[in-house]
């Protein structure tokens, strides 16, 4: 099968790449169209999967594929965009047929859950890489960003922390664990389920946002540097899943979610009194938990329930961490 063939039967075909709201026209011409409203700005973000480096050589594509899109469309969530499609650059060892099967089904399951349209692409031969655009639509100067956090303002999480940091060991095949336990771990890791509705719902609400994907400490830090304040972190408001504390213990759950990375859960900052008058905040978005305070000042500190400051020094991953 040549590469047109390919991209035809597995990717043009798939129920994914049947076009969507704002999809004017989809894969096959040069250019896919997208049709954003007046008044509207385009949010765009891309990210690279690498084999051996964001998952291993031997997994299950049908997982991957689910993966690849929803780590690239946290980012939309994260801005308060509404998702509109999507563009994959794949690179391709080999041609396997089933492989493809099961990786075009996982990507389609996921664009259904996002309600989001495969647009277009490119497809190469080498080592396996898989690198997903996202096209998203934000009311012109509404978007969440990562600048806005005032201090007063409260700091909140969308969910459970360190679930998906706490099944690599499970994904590296390094560790086993029971059923009960594994699924929800390895459930946050394969498919983080991209948080588009709370983002959207805190459009014009909250002050600053971004979605934790390389640690909450790392990443508050960085709504701290870009919003000139201090963010402060109380441990015992942390939420933690019971899986995870059964998994890692205590100590070790804290630490996957302190500083582990890979949640693609929403962090944010909002007033008090915004925060409590968002409508049905506790049947619709049950899994907000606040976690802490914008403060004036600069950096993250984390606190005990004593208020000791216990903030760790290492805060998450970086893939060009300087050696000292
Ligand atoms: P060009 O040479 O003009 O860049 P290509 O031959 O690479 O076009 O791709 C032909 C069409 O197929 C384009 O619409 C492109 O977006 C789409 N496409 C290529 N690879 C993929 C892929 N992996 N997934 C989805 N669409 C793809
Ligand atoms: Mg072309």
Redesign the pocket.
């Known amino acids: 099968m040549g590469?047109?063939e390919?991209?035809?039967h597995?990717?043009?075909a798939?129920p994914c790449?049947q076009g969507g709201e704002g999809v004017a026209l989809?894969?096959?011409?040069?250019?896919?169209l997208l049709d954003i409203p007046a008044g509207e700005q385009l949010a765009i973000s891309t990210d690279t999967l690498v084999a051996g480096v964001h998952f291993p050589v031997l997994c299950d594509p049908r997982l991957l594929g689910q993966r690849a899109l929803a780590v690239a469309a946290s980012d939309l969530a994260a801005m308060g965009a509404s998702a509109i499609g999507f563009?994959?650059?794949?690179t391709l060892p080999e041609f396997g047929p089933g492989w493809l099967e099961a990786f075009a089904d996982g990507l389609s399951r996921m664009a259904h859950r996002c309600r989001m349209a495969?647009?277009?692409?490119?497809?190469t031969r080498g080592p396996l890489s898989i690198t997903v655009t996202v096209f998203g639509r934000v009311p012109a100067g509404q978007a969440l960003r990562r600048s806005g956090a005032r201090p007063g303002d409260l700091l909140c999480v969308g969910g459970c922390l360190g679930n998906a940091a706490g099944a690599l060991p499970l994904v590296l095949g390094e560790r086993e664990a029971p059923r009960a336990v594994a699924e929800p771990l390895l459930g946050q890791y394969w498919s983080p389920m991209p948080q588009l509705n709370l983002g959207q719902s805190l459009l014009g609400r909250a002050s600053a946002a971004l979605d934790i994907s390389d640690g909450l400490l790392a990443d508050c830090g960085h709504i701290a540097k870009a919003s000139g304040v201090a963010l402060e972190v109380s441990l015992e408001q942390v939420p933690v899943s019971p899986e995870l504390e059964t998994f890692l213990g205590p100590q070790g759950a804290r630490q996957a979610a302190l500083s582990g990375g890979d949640d693609y859960v929403l962090a944010f900052t909002i007033a008090p009194d915004t925060l409590a008058a968002i409508p049905d905040l506790e049947r619709n978005f049950m899994t907000v938990h606040v976690i802490g305070r914008v403060l004036a000042g600069e950096g993250v500190t984390l606190r005990d329930s004593q208020g000791q400051d216990i903030t760790p020094d290492q805060r998450g991953y970086q893939h060009f961490r300087e050696t000292p």
Do not use: N, P
Not at 26 to 32: N, T
């Open positions: 590469e047109f390919l991209i035809r597995y990717f043009a798939a790449a989809g894969i096959g011409d040069d250019c896919a563009t994959l650059a794949l495969l647009i277009g692409g490119d497809t």
